[in-house]
């Protein structure tokens, strides 16, 4: 594009810079622009095209099982019932394609989402591109006529929590995406998102959210307290979604997860709001605490209440029961167990969801979107994580017990042959999650132990590791030549059967095999979060 298209506008006085469809201009030399932040903006693109593409595919199958009316007595439709049936879904096909979706990216800065979203994404009928800052709104004006997209795109300046609670249930997507935490939006973002329509919520205060050096502060914002650990990326999007949760709950509303990531140094989360006073009863089992050993890391959790299904199967809801095995102190080491929560339960993504977002990937252009490979990398690994709370790393076993660190083959061998399932996860390199309780993982690093011949004299009485290899009632339950007859394997040694390889660690190395970027690539020097926007 030249000066002479836009008269009004002088090229000269602005830096500029491309980004998918969206040329943005900033005044010279004040470019607030995080290169690492397109993979967030490029993936929202897909998301949110094909959240759209979803939602009216819904409305059309609801609108056609309404028209839909039965034959009966055997007689055939008429030419005119042809006729009409044919008009109507040819009304609903070209239904499909208008654009309808209203949309609110309630912090805008330069426009540059909100107009990448205008470009890319057809069933788009308009976006509210909001922000409190007057300069950042003449920004956004600008380029709003430098990229011809005022047809879509208006402008807004207002505070966003007033805005959005000033327009109830108008917004089919609401985009959240703050410096800091987005804690004090969701109230009136929960009001202001239609009833199915879709956030997308970004907290990058991971410091408060994905540590425990300020508990007193994540639980101000996020009403729950992280403990640390191998898990803290998970519990930090877990803490986010309950805040979510408890917020929609008092408006009737219930949350769906899509698709949830822990992203270099922010989360990001992609997330259904339904009005369901039904679903909304569902929170409390949603809901837990979970306690962490200090000294050995094991966790445990506790739901905080409990569905049941009467004989007719409809649902009971009522109190969850106190579990027995957590106390002050850890079973295993004897150590001091910390409490974290309350966070969220429930599955943190959607897999058919996600198989929607990785068709659109495999199509994209990458001229336009640059990080199409980081794209398919974590969310291929986010669809084939295993639907179970946290994960751990075989390094964190074996600094515990003073041995060997495993790798992930002969832990996940170990998991599948005492029959349970593992995963990778995609938050964190070489962990893993699996259904298994805390006592089996402890039970297999005793026998990692004795196959390098540990000798546990050598170790402190007062770590944890020694207690855990003392601890006779550690996998007391565990049979293993009942498992090792089951599986026709009773001439081999305990060990050799313990952690040979089966399907479980297969699909795990092969998952592992594929070349699929995970984790950022240095774009910049000293690239990260950077300083607040003056």
Same mark, same amino acid.
């Given at each position: ?95 499909? +394609? ?15 989402? *909100?107009?990448?979203?205008? +470009? ?47 327009? +109830? ?66 519990? *930090? ?7 979510? *949760? ?29 009005q369901s006073p039904i679903k909304v009863k569902e929170l409390a089992y949603n809901t837990m605490m979970m306690s962490k050993c200090s000294g050995c890391y094991s966790v445990t959790e506790q739901r905080l209440g409990k569905i049941s299904h009467n004989k007719n199967g409809s649902k009971k809801f009522g109190l969850a029961t106190g579990a027995s095995h957590i106390g002050p102190n850890c079973s295993f080491c004897g150590y ?8 969220? *339960? ?99 690093? +005793? ?88």
């Amino acid at each position: 594009m030249t000066s002479e298209a836009f008269p009004t506008i002088d090229l000269s006085k602005y830096d500029q810079l491309t980004e998918g469809s969206a040329t943005i201009l900033f005044p010279k030399n004040k470019v607030f622009y995080n290169h690492v932040q397109q993979y967030n903006r490029d993936l929202s693109c897909l998301a949110i095209r094909a959240f759209t593409e979803l939602y009216q595919e819904e409305k059309v199958l609801l609108r056609r099982k309404r028209n839909k009316q039965p034959v009966t007595d055997g007689a055939q439709p008429s030419t005119e019932d042809v006729t009409e049936t044919l008009t109507k879904a040819d009304a609903e096909e070209k239904a499909k +394609k208008q654009p309808y979706a209203i949309v609110m990216e309630a912090l805008s800065a330069s426009g540059l989402r *909100a107009i990448r979203y205008a +470009k890319e994404i057809p069933l788009i009928k308009s976006i509210i591109a909001n922000d409190l800052s007057a300069a950042a709104v003449d920004s956004i004006n600008v380029n709003i006529q430098h990229n011809q997209v005022g047809n879509k795109v208006t402008s807004n300046h207002a505070d966003a929590i007033q805005y959005m609670s000033q327009h +109830k249930d108008e917004y089919h997507v609401i985009d959240l995406d703050p410096y800091g935490s987005a804690a004090p939006f969701l109230d009136s973002a929960m009001q202001a998102v239609k009833n199915g329509g879709m956030m997308l919520i970004t907290c990058t205060d991971m410091g408060v959210l994905a540590g425990n050096g300020y508990p007193e502060k994540c639980f101000a914002l996020y009403g729950g307290s992280n403990v640390g650990g191998d898990a803290t990326h998970e519990t *930090a999007l877990r803490l986010v979604l309950n805040m979510i *949760a408890t917020t929609g709950a008092k408006y009737r509303k219930s949350i769906e997860p899509l698709l949830c990531l822990s992203i270099d140094f922010y989360v990001r989360l992609f997330i259904r709001v339904h009005q369901s006073p039904i679903k909304v009863k569902e929170l409390a089992y949603n809901t837990m605490m979970m306690s962490k050993c200090s000294g050995c890391y094991s966790v445990t959790e506790q739901r905080l209440g409990k569905i049941s299904h009467n004989k007719n199967g409809s649902k009971k809801f009522g109190l969850a029961t106190g579990a027995s095995h957590i106390g002050p102190n850890c079973s295993f080491c004897g150590y001091v167990n910390h409490i974290g929560g309350p966070m969220w *339960a429930g599955n943190l993504h959607n897999k058919d969801f996600i198989d929607r977002v990785l068709s659109l990937q495999a199509k994209a252009d990458d001229k336009i979107y640059k990080t199409l490979p980081r794209i398919k990398g974590m969310l291929t690994m986010a669809k084939n994580e295993l639907d179970a709370h946290f994960y751990f790393k075989p390094t964190s076993v074996s600094s515990v017990l003073k041995i060997p660190a495993p790798s992930i083959e002969t832990f996940t061998g170990a998991l599948g042959n005492l029959g349970y399932h593992a995963s990778l996860s995609h938050t964190v390199p070489n962990s893993i999650k699996t259904d298994a309780p805390w006592e089996t993982i402890w039970f297999i690093g +005793k026998k990692l132990a004795e196959k390098c011949k540990l000798d546990k004299s050598k170790l402190s009485e007062t770590t944890a590791g020694y207690k855990i290899l003392s601890n006779d009632d550690v996998g007391k339950d565990i049979d293993l030549n009942k498992l090792k007859a089951e599986s026709g394997s009773t001439d081999m040694e305990d060990s050799d059967w313990l952690f040979q390889r089966n399907e479980v660690s297969d699909q795990v190395n092969q998952l592992r095999r594929i070349k699929i970027v995970r984790f950022q690539e240095n774009p910049t020097k000293n690239w990260g979060p950077k300083s607040r926007p003056k």
